[in-house]
């Protein structure tokens, strides 16, 4: 067991602390799981006089065996000192400095221990809705680690001993395999609803369970994450969804209530589809980007969002043309008109939404088999995404098959592919199946599939 070494100390921040260290011989994080920059710059800090730990996802990470990416140092050094110790060091951000240690392609996250307690200098800001706007005052290690999200985020590995400090039972809840807020929940999440957010992400990405009194007010809450900044929603929903726990991530959101806050309209249109073959094709797309993932292969944001939402894309063809709206005008409108209502909670930039609607506007070319619209077709950039595109719709529906070979052919062997059509167009000049077809070409983005 870890040996208790302070009881519990009155804390600014009012959340008990008590330190546990956890001697190197009652954890598994060895030196060979920590990438050698991160441990040349714990050593030079401690060389330096300060101390100096590893900390947060990465501690988190090698406890229960994974391969952290980033790996993160905590110091009681200032920017400036560690500028001063490193010359491959840059000082970002304006008001709360960060050091970045640059290693060719790695980059050593160093923050000064900083505190989340109001000391009257105006340096921490509340919004009215307790939301946080600045964090700026530096503190202890302790202080540090009570500002911290998850207890399992807030531990701290030191090259002194290789020991791991624990103030706030971080140690035990990774052992249960447990998320859970460090502080009052409710407080939490509102000084900063993205917790939310990353509450079912590590879960999902950890196979952690988030304890029911972190979980449960999330239910309550989950529509403050509508007021967070677009572009860390953007940013959270790629380390969500780009991670190869997609699948997870999404019932997670779905079990929690937070779809319908981050995807309003493909949530309505999820719900309100009977035959649920949106929800499949969904689900298999994301199975795909995880497999994906899982084997090194590259997965595209443009890609992921034509998946999420072709529900409300589908949905708002539909009405359109329900007015009357003719079908290339339809699709165009409908893919402008979701974009840009996403883009009020999710930043998706534009060098992703263009690819995104070139994917839903492709799905309609697939069904027209002239010579000159084949060529075209198959020399479009988004071609082989929009293929993989309609494959996916084929799992949901089934009615894509013959397309599907079609192109399949055609992008290797266009005229090849084109005469066998032909042939098979005259052989059925009467038949109904290639009726069917026409009449299907306006209707490309029916949400049967
Ligand atoms: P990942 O595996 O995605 O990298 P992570 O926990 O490392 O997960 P980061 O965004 O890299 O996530 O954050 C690093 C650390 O900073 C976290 O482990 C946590 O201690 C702290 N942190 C990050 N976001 C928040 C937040 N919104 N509120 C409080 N602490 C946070
Ligand atoms: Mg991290």
């Known amino acids: 067991m870890p040996t208790d070494i302070e009881s519990f100390s009155a804390h600014p921040s009012d959340v008990p602390t008590s330190l546990q260290i956890i001697p190197r011989d009652q954890h598994p994080i060895s030196r060979k799981g920590i990438s050698a920059n991160a441990l040349r710059v714990l050593y030079r800090l401690r060389e330096g006089g300060h101390e100096a730990y590893l900390v947060g996802g990465a501690v988190r990470d090698l406890l229960v065996g994974g391969h952290p990416k980033d790996f993160d140092v905590a110091t009681s050094a200032t ?6 110790l490193f010359r491959n060091c840059r000082l970002i951000g304006r008001r709360f400095r960060l050091a970045h240690v640059v290693f060719g392609r790695e980059i050593i996250e160093v923050a000064t221990f900083r505190a989340n307690i109001d000391d009257g200098s105006g340096d ?11 964090d700026n005052v530096y503190g202890s290690i302790e202080d540090d680690a009570v500002r911290r999200d998850f207890t399992a985020n807030a531990l701290y590995y030191t090259v002194d001993d290789f020991s791991v400090r624990d103030y706030v039972g971080g140690f035990e809840d990774v052992r249960n395999r447990v998320l859970r807020l460090i502080g009052d929940p409710e407080q939490r999440y509102r000084e900063d609803p993205v917790r939310m957010l990353r ?12 304890d029911p009194a972190s979980a449960d007010p999330i239910a309550r809450l989950g529509g403050l994450l509508a007021e967070a900044a677009p572009a860390r929603l953007f940013e959270e929903c790629l380390k969500m969804f780009l991670s190869g726990h997609a699948v997870a991530s999404f019932e997670g959101l779905e079990r929690h209530g937070l779809l319908a806050t981050l995807f309003p309209e493909s949530a309505a249109a999820l719900a309100s589809n009977r035959s649920g073959a949106l929800r499949r094709m969904l689900m298999e797309g994301l199975r795909g980007t995880d497999v994906r993932v899982a084997a090194d292969e590259p997965v595209s944001p443009a890609f992921l969002f034509a998946l999420l939402l072709w529900p409300a894309y589908c949905r708002a063809l539909m009405a359109l043309q329900a007015q009357g709206v003719h079908a290339p005008e339809a699709q165009r409108r409908a893919a402008d008109r979701v974009t840009l209502h996403q883009l009020t909670t999710i930043a998706l930039p534009r060098r992703f939404s263009l690819p995104m609607q070139e994917i839903w506007l492709l799905q309609t070319r697939f069904t027209q088999r002239q010579r000159k619209r084949v060529v075209r077709t198959i020399a479009h950039p988004r071609f082989r995404a929009a293929f993989d595109f309609l494959v996916l719709r084929q799992a949901a529906s089934d009615e894509h098959a013959e397309d599907i070979a079609f192109w399949q052919a055609a992008q290797h062997d266009p005229d090849n592919a084109l005469a066998m059509q032909e042939s098979i ?11 069917r077809r026409r009449r299907r070409s306006t209707g490309a983005a029916s949400p049967a599939g």
Request: net charge positive; charged share 50%.
């Open 199 to 210: 509450a079912v992400r590590l879960a999902a990405k950890l196979d952690f369970r988030i």
């Open 124 to 134: 921490r800001e509340l919004h009215e809705g307790g939301r946080l706007l600045r």
């Open 79 to 84: 920017p400036e000192e560690v500028k001063h």
């Open 425 to 435: 167009d005259e052989a059925g000049e009467q038949e109904p199946r290639k009726r």
